[in-house]
Nanobody, 119 residues
């Protein structure tokens, strides 16, 4: 099992910034992915950004150039720096941790943190 603790959500004005954190603990494999997903009211959950244990990243098109995902492998923590926030970024943001071994994967989700972009 892997436990995830998220923090950093809140209310911010359009154009502002927020930084989300996700700390993982438990049975962590050396090969893993950490990612952020979001779910706006009435919509399906969608990928925001993901980073693997080697540091390779992938971003959804709507956040490219504004959001940056990073991680500290010594602390098993991932960060999502969100700049130039827009009202359409409003959603519950979820951290996802994926242990990977050969063709198998085990996914774990955080409890979610609300991000609201509004004036």
């Amino acid at each position: 099992q892997v436990q995830l603790v998220e923090s950093g959500g809140g209310l911010v004005q359009p154009g502002g910034s927020l930084r989300l954190s996700c700390a993982a603990s438990g049975n962590i494999f050396s090969n893993n992915d950490m990612g952020w997903y979001r779910q706006a009211e009435g919509k399906e959950r969608e990928l925001v950004a993901v980073i693997n244990s080697g540091g390779s990243t992938n971003y959804a098109d709507p956040v490219k150039g504004r959001f940056t995902i990073s991680r500290d492998n010594t602390e098993n923590t991932a960060y999502l720096q969100m700049n130039r926030l827009k009202p359409e970024d409003t959603a519950v943001y979820y951290c996802k941790f994926s242990n990977k071994r050969f063709q198998w994967g085990w996914d774990y989700w955080g409890q979610g943190t609300q991000v609201t972009v509004s004036s």
